[in-house]
């Protein structure tokens, strides 16, 4: 199955439709009259829908099996035909189209057993997704248009690195995930752990007007990890749902995540991020917010979504 460990829990919604087709009026008389000889129609299908939507992992092999928090199915007769539309809920990593495709599928099918005694010419179409929404892909795109208006500075915080004793991977990664939704890195360059250090490149991205400054290192226990110390005095105010959000996600991956001193908040309009210097801390930083932190900007414009 493909790989969802980095991505996060959203709310995700699908909602997907099966069309029955029959060939007399008198079948729909029979199914809305609850005629038909084996049972009633709409509620046997609805329930083996609710089954079907349970046991798709079961049935498709790169399916992952996920919880699913809510099912519903409703049903519209038009003339000869019967539209089933299913809308399955879940807070999870990934999506659920393939659950409510699956689901209205098993609906149809249902009716179709259940009505072949009376009609031989039942048919099914029409089995597509209608919509979906949820996860970081949907928000991307809500997003893409004031992504492509913002700037970045990318600060690695290094001793050892400065001094070129070790190359850097933490940095280019941030790059790279702001590279991915579409943020240009202005500035990339590397300092030592040093108070005044950092208040310079502070002071550079505001007369650069970046929209971001990120600083990765620093964060640490060691006491020449003074980046939180000396950025706070600076900020006008924190963000904390940010600096909690990317230790949450940092510890359903490691243990040690909950000793990173990560600090976000803000210096007139720039965002301010202290993130670990660690590659992998760094990254999964910067993965755990994207593109959801971009709303920020949209905040500061006083636009809304």
Do not use: W
Not at 142 to 152: C, F, M
Not at 163 to 191: C, F, M, P
Not at 198 to 214: C, G, N, P, R, T
Not at 274 to 289: C, D, Q, W, Y
């Amino acid at each position: 199955m493909v790989d969802i460990t980095h991505k996060s829990n959203t709310l995700r919604i699908a909602v997907a439709q099966a069309i029955v087709h029959v060939s007399t009026l008198a079948t729909i008389t029979a199914i809305e009259n609850n005629t038909v000889p084996k049972g009633n129609v709409f509620e046997m299908a609805k329930a083996a829908g609710f089954l079907g939507v349970k046991q798709t992992p079961h049935l498709l092999p790169d399916c992952h099996p996920i919880p699913i928090e809510s099912t519903k199915i409703t049903y519209f007769v038009e003339g000869l035909s019967i539209r089933i539309e299913m809308e399955v809920k879940t807070i999870y990593k990934t999506g659920v189209e393939v659950e409510a495709m699956h689901g209205a599928s098993v609906v149809a099918l249902t009716m179709y057993d259940m009505l072949k005694p009376i009609d031989k010419g039942i048919e099914i179409g029409g089995i597509k997704l209608l919509s979906k929404s949820g996860g970081k892909s949907d928000f991307k795109s809500k997003l893409e248009k004031t992504a492509k208006t913002l700037s970045a500075h990318v600060v690695v915080c290094s001793d050892t690195i400065s001094k070129g004793l070790k190359s850097d991977g933490a940095g280019k990664s941030i790059v790279e995930v702001l590279k991915h939704h579409a943020i240009h890195t202005r500035e990339y360059y590397v300092i030592p752990d040093e108070k005044i250090a950092i208040e310079l490149a502070v002071e550079k991205a505001k007369l650069d007007q970046a929209s971001m400054l990120i600083f990765t290192g620093g964060t640490g226990l060691s006491l020449r990890d003074v980046t939180p110390e000396t950025l706070l005095p600076m900020l006008d105010r924190r963000i904390p749902g940010i600096e909690e959000t990317i230790r949450q996600y940092g510890q359903e991956r490691t243990p040690y995540a909950m000793l990173s001193r990560s600090v976000v908040g803000t210096i007139d309009n720039t965002l301010v991020m202290a993130l670990p210097g660690s590659t992998n801390g760094a990254k999964e930083s910067i993965t755990a917010v994207m593109p959801h932190l971009i709303h920020v900007f949209d905040i500061f414009k006083g636009k809304s979504h």
